[in-house]
């Protein structure tokens, strides 16, 4: 399908996709539409800006039979900001039809959600843990409910939420139509997918260069300065509509962002520590533009979708290489330019390396007095360095195995062995020298 109009969905759909100015589905959407509207489960593995959310919300709703007053689909995503994203995409597809959706999260009142759900929705949005507990007071029924969508499921994993939605999931039809969102799959992910998925397809989207589009990514050696005296530098030299600095840690972020308001900069906080009602707050007022900067963990950049940001700068390197990609995909969102902006250290060269192989195209640079300077390409000194070092194993051996006095047939195929001997044992003393 080359456009949306092939799928012959019901007018008010192409109404509303005409309305949200869409004219050809993404890679992710021609794959996951045609089995979600056969109703054959499918994990889907694409990362985040690939259109995934309307590739499961257009068949489900093409699917529900208006006249059925039940719960016809469930869809769960382990973030309240996640679910209410998609809760809203949802609504943008119904708008002027009967079709009945809800969304349910934590935070809210939960039994005044109870007393509502006298007449049962068809669509159902919502948290693992908020579902998970009105199933079980029975005033769910999800019993009805051929169709689960689990987004980011690896992101559920994480958060512990995989046993909430296996609470759930016993209660729907048997013959269960699963369709699984993640941009990765943890091996130990897998036995419940095993539990529900009977031989699912499997979508595995090639793109090894997810977010390379409209991006700059900058690497900025740390050196002998403080990481803090660095950030202050990288932020002297960017005027950005909206950056996210992002830490590994709630604790370096909530340090991160004290240091900046000592230095007159006042940044926004989020990370997974924040009580729902401050987690509202500081959303809206980000919405609000009330920051330029905004210190975050990796919750921000898997869990919360902020518009408008010009630059990511990654204060620290993930310890998962794959939040990276989550991270710097923040930015160039809907075709719009960005920059990501990585510190480094020596120790962080393997990291930046197998980054690289992501797809990821580094360029370095210095940034002095707000202005900005290229420097040279790491890997051309990497590799006079490395080739340095091979001179030197090299005039070691030739020095160490000697022709014999007495050749004998043979005596250079032995001295070849021997000098690759005498070569290896020097790269492994000079490597735990490096390593000390």
């Known amino acids: 399908m080359s456009k949306y109009t092939d799928y012959q969905f019901k007018p008010f759909l192409q109404d509303a996709i005409a309305k949200l100015g869409f004219t050809e589905p993404t890679p992710i959407q021609k794959e996951m539409i ?5 109703g054959k489960s499918a994990i889907g593995q694409a990362h985040t800006g690939t259109g995934k959310t309307h590739s499961f919300l257009l068949p489900i709703v093409e699917r529900i039979v208006e006249e059925k007053q039940e719960v016809q689909a469930v869809i769960t995503s382990p973030t309240r900001e996640l679910a209410q994203q998609i809760f809203d995409a949802l609504n943008q597809l119904v708008e002027g039809t009967e079709i009945s959706t809800k969304l349910f999260i934590g935070g809210t009142d939960k039994q005044r959600t109870i007393d509502r759900l006298k007449t049962q929705p068809q669509i159902v949005v919502g948290t693992p843990g908020r579902i998970k507990d009105l199933v079980k007071e029975n005033a769910l029924l999800v019993h ?19 046993e909430d939605i296996d609470g759930f999931a016993s209660h729907m039809p048997e013959k269960l139509e699963m369709f699984v969102f993640s941009a990765t799959i943890p091996e130990k992910l897998k036995p419940f997918l095993k539990k529900y998925m009977d031989s699912p397809i499997h979508i595995h989207m090639n793109d090894k260069r997810p977010v390379a589009e409209g991006i700059d990514f900058v690497l900025v050696p740390v050196r002998s ?3 803090n005296t660095r950030l202050l530098e990288v932020i002297k030299g960017i005027n950005p509509f909206l950056a996210v600095i992002f830490c590994n840690t709630r604790k370096n972020a909530e340090s991160v962002a004290s240091f900046l308001a000592e230095q007159g900069i006042r ?3 989020i990370h997974g ?21 905004i210190v975050a963990t990796d919750l921000a950049a898997r869990g919360i979708d902020i518009q408008g940001i010009s630059h990511v700068i990654n204060y620290e390197i993930p310890e998962d290489l794959e939040f990276f990609i989550h991270r710097v995909g923040r930015t160039a969102r809907a075709g719009s330019k960005g920059t ?21 195209p580094f360029v370095q640079k210095d940034i002095k007095n707000g202005e900005w300077s290229d420097l040279k390409d790491r890997h051309q000194r990497a590799s006079r360095k490395g080739e340095r070092k091979e001179d030197e194993i090299d005039a070691k ?33 000079k490597a735990r020298r490096n390593n000390n």
């Open 397 to 429: 051996a030739k020095a160490l195995v000697r022709k014999p006095k007495k050749v004998k047939p043979g005596y250079k195929r032995n001295m070849k062995w021997e000098m690759e001997k005498v070569k290896k044992r020097e790269r492994r003393i």
């Open 34 to 38: 045609p089995l979600v509207l056969k």
């Open 225 to 227: 300065k403080a990481r």
């Open 273 to 293: 520590d924040l009580s729902p009602r401050d987690r509202k707050k500081m959303m809206k007022q980000v919405r609000d533009l009330e920051f330029q900067y």
């Open 340 to 360: 990501a902006i990585t510190l480094f250290q020596p120790e962080d060269e393997d990291a930046v390396v197998r980054i690289e192989k992501m797809g990821i």
């Open 267 to 269: 940044a926004g906080q």
């Open 144 to 162: 009805t409910a051929p169709i689960l969508v689990v987004d980011e499921a690896d992101l559920a994993f994480d958060m512990g939420f995989i």
